[in-house]
């Protein structure tokens, strides 16, 4: 097949109308179909017309007629028309079959993802979730990704994003650390042991911001977020963390937190790629909406 010259091509939206208009034998009929007026599709006909420079339609008051370069051109449309139409839902079907995979961060896949994730199945278990935990961000089509859970302020390149839940940062500790008080300023919480992530500049930088000293604590640091949080559940020491990662263990009475300044941002978001999105991650971005 010899490559196509897409400057000799029309419009693309000007061949679907007059398609349209064609197989459905008039105007009225197409702009149904296509959900749009009358007069628009004429006036895309009209410019298919005067694009191609013929008549493709006998305008002689009779109700619709084709010329022969209309009849020829019609049915090439329909035929190609149908076999995109054809490849395309061969392509959707096999994707509806695949699982539907969603990126997070590991914390929050382990701390606010699997403790949920039942109460999605339990809805709808006919749509098998694939988790995909990673700390980088991935690139949605080249990667396979369906629906993301990212950590920042809700603007990224390429994709569109929903607010889920904020990301607050809280401080949390055991209760065989902190007792039953319920009262902590700056100085009482600097006196305490503390656990964290290592080289985690942004956590030294907000406790800065809410009048403790990161130079005066008592830090024992750990390489992992499964491990930190193990760590702070024993009773090893405060926790800085994202008050929606923390807010089970908070409910079942493992932590409590000394510390909420309330803020905005950052937050979790909902993010996918543009464009249509198949009907299993429409769900389950539902579900999730629902979730918080």
Do not use: C
């Not at 000007?14 to 459905?24: K, S, Y």
């Not at 403790?212 to 499964?226: A, H, R």
């Not at 926790?239 to 990662?245: D, N, Q, T």
């Not at 409910?251 to 249509?276: C, H, M, N, S, W």
């Amino acid at each position: 097949m010899s490559p196509i010259d897409w400057r000799l091509v029309p419009p693309l939206p000007t061949l679907r109308a007059f398609e349209a208009a064609a197989r459905l034998g008039g105007f009225s009929a197409a702009a149904r179909a296509l959900n749009v007026t009358h007069a628009a599709v004429a006036q895309q006909v009209r410019a298919l017309e005067r694009d191609l420079g013929t008549s493709l339609i006998n305008r002689d008051g009779r109700g619709m007629t084709l010329t022969a370069d209309g009849e020829q051109l019609g049915a090439a449309l329909t035929e190609g028309f149908g076999q995109i139409g054809a490849a395309v839902g061969r392509i959707r079907a096999r994707r509806d079959g695949e699982p539907l995979t969603v990126t997070m961060t590991p914390s929050f896949a382990a701390q606010w993802m699997m403790p949920r994730l039942w109460q999605f199945w339990e809805k709808h278990p006919e749509i098998t979730v694939s988790l995909r935990p990673d700390w980088r961000i991935l690139d949605f089509r080249k990667d396979g990704i369906d629906v993301g859970i990212r950590f920042g302020n809700g603007v990224w390149p390429g994709v569109n994003s929903e607010f889920l839940t904020s990301a607050r940062y809280v401080v949390a500790g055991a209760p065989s650390l902190v007792g039953d008080r319920t009262e902590f300023t700056p100085a009482d919480l600097e006196a305490m042991p503390w656990v964290m992530e290592s080289n985690w500049p942004e956590g030294l930088n907000w406790l800065r911001s809410n009048g403790i000293d990161p130079d005066k604590l008592d830090v024992t640091t750990f390489p992992t977020d499964d491990l930190l949080r193990m760590a702070a559940l024993q009773g090893y020491g405060l926790h800085i963390e994202s008050a929606a990662l923390v807010e089970e263990d908070v409910a079942e009475g493992r932590l409590r937190v000394l510390l909420d300044p309330k803020d905005d941002r950052p937050a979790y978001f909902i993010v996918t790629p543009p464009g249509q999105q198949r009907e299993a991650a429409k769900t389950f971005v539902r579900w999730l909406k629902a979730s918080v």
